[in-house]
């Protein structure tokens, strides 16, 4: 069936490092949704890619589709202790309305 | 507007025990979504309600889960009887329509805990 999967599970940084996070689909996507959800929270949204090899930033996130839309990333520059929580890339479940997540990647900042 | 609303926020119960979530969409968002969050499977979806008509309902996990979405404002998402491995944080959401697919807005989730 359709999978989403992301690398790595857990990551942890001292303040100041970058940090990236990867997305690869099982199928090609129509366009891919990144969310953050802190401890304790719920998912939030940050970002949609639609165009094939579109890169967009949001301070210091930089968002990237791949060329054949079945792989994004997230980098972050300079983290922060604010940055801490988990990353979910999320694409649409059977090119429908609904969205298929990947299991997201956890964050751990020291400062 | 204060959001997708989730009650409760938690709840205790014994195996066996009816279990009834309940959500309160954004008001004038046409899609609702029910989630199920473990560490071991992720962010699961459930089920998904367009204009109050539920469309893909391939994510419950077995009779004993059920989901109404009587009108536009409340939906419930019922777990009878319910058994440990229910435990898990439930989550509603939901999405204006236009576009495939569009932002979705998560409530709070319900932390469900099954002795």
């Known amino acids: 069936g359709q999978q989403v999967m992301q690398i790595p599970q857990y990551q942890h940084v001292q303040e100041g490092e970058d940090f990236t996070t990867y997305c690869n689909s099982s199928?090609?996507?129509?366009?891919i949704q990144w969310y953050k959800q802190r401890p304790g929270g719920h998912p939030v949204f940050l970002i949609q890619l639609v165009k094939s090899g579109e890169v967009k930033k949001q301070k210091r996130l930089t968002f990237q589709f791949g060329e054949a839309k079945k792989n994004s990333s997230l980098h972050i520059t300079a983290t922060q202790t604010t940055d801490v929580g988990t990353y979910f890339c999320a694409g649409p479940y059977q090119a429908g309305t609904a969205l298929i997540f990947g299991k997201g990647t956890t964050l751990s900042v020291s400062s | 507007d204060a959001g997708v609303i989730q009650s409760p926020r938690h709840e205790v119960t014994e195996m066996g025990q009816e279990v009834t979530l309940r959500c309160k969409p954004i008001s004038g968002h046409d899609y609702l979504f029910w989630y199920r969050q473990t560490m071991m499977r992720g962010l699961e979806l459930l089920i998904y309600f367009n204009n109050n008509v539920p469309i893909d309902d391939s994510g419950m996990p077995e009779d004993r889960f059920s989901a109404k979405m009587p009108n536009a404002s409340f939906s419930t998402l019922k777990i009878q009887p319910s058994e440990p491995r229910d435990s898990a944080v439930y989550f509603c959401?939901?999405?204006?329509?236009?576009?495939?697919?569009?932002?979705?807005?998560f409530g709070p989730g319900t932390r469900l805990t099954v002795l």
């Open positions: 959401a939901s999405s204006p329509s236009g576009g495939s697919p569009s932002e979705q807005f």
């Open positions: 199928t090609t996507l129509s366009n």
